[in-house]
């Protein structure tokens, strides 16, 4: 998968192409992440990118000229690294607190993309005229704010490349995470035996497949009811789960 990031702060994409799993998938050449700073695309002495507000009011906005000749720039790079062009194949995503906010799903989706042209902006926003015309989506990280998109286009590339086939060493982690299957993940345990005078619950030693299942998967149902109500609200148990539950409810 092909990322373009356009970034006056290239440096910054350094910690995900160089470290941890984003790493390894550049070196494996299973995703390319390329920057494309838009100070390249200016034309005054000062490599200016910002100007004051029309109507006035504090701090800057950033210039849609130089935005738009660097996204045409990322356009290119993409085609010649084999992306179809385009909102369905290769969207120009936005990051924006004004955008839909990212979760597990959307991320799931954009794996299908060929690749993602990603606009970070900085200063008080971006040109409304260059947004409407060049972008096909406008996404968020949260509601905070953050002082600019690099930060979100990271941890939005990072959770895009955890979930593409063959990135992930065991593949079998990215799939057991919180959220994937709808509820939050289950504590984990390793060496050693004891500590802090608290062992390991027994049934992760008896070697029974079935029985651990069952054990982590009421794990994970204990912490979404008490830590995150909304989601146990919206889960839907397999028939299996649904058994360990009605099991689970008799009990209690
Ligand atoms: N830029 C600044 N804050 C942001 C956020 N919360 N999500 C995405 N982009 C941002």
């Given at each position: 998968m092909y990322f373009a990031v356009i970034s006056i702060?290239?440096?910054?994409f350094a910690s995900i192409r160089e470290f941890g799993i984003t790493g390894r998938a550049v070196t494996q050449e299973q995703v390319t992440i390329e920057c494309i700073n838009?100070?390249?695309?200016?034309?005054?002495n000062y490599r200016r990118v910002d100007e004051r507000p029309y109507g006035g009011g504090p701090g800057m906005v950033m210039m849609a000229e130089p935005l738009a000749q660097a996204i045409e720039a990322a356009k290119l790079r993409a085609s010649q690294q084999g992306c179809r062009i385009g909102k369905a194949n290769c969207p120009v995503v936005y990051m924006s607190p004004q955008g839909q906010t990212l979760s597990e799903n959307s991320v799931l989706d954009m794996t299908k993309y060929d690749g993602m042209i990603l606009l970070c902006g900085r200063y008080e926003g971006i040109d409304e005229r260059l947004l409407s015309q060049y972008v096909d989506l406008e996404v968020s990280i949260g509601d905070y704010v953050l002082s600019g998109g690099e930060l979100p286009a990271m941890v939005m590339i990072d959770s895009v490349i955890r979930r593409l086939?063959?990135?992930?060493?065991?593949?079998l982690s990215a799939e057991q995470?919180?959220?994937?299957?709808?509820l939050l993940d289950c504590p984990h345990y390793t060496k050693p035996y004891e500590f802090a005078g608290m062992a390991v619950p027994e049934v992760l030693l008896s070697g029974h497949h079935a029985n651990i299942a069952k054990w982590r998967f009421i794990q994970q149902v204990k912490r979404t009811q008490t830590r995150r109500p909304d989601l146990w609200q919206a889960f839907t148990p397999t028939a299996e789960q649904a058994q360990w539950l009605k099991a689970l409810e008799k009990q209690d």
């Open positions: 702060f290239p440096e910054m838009p100070r390249d695309y200016t034309t005054d086939p063959d990135v992930m060493g065991d593949k995470d919180s959220f994937v299957d709808g």
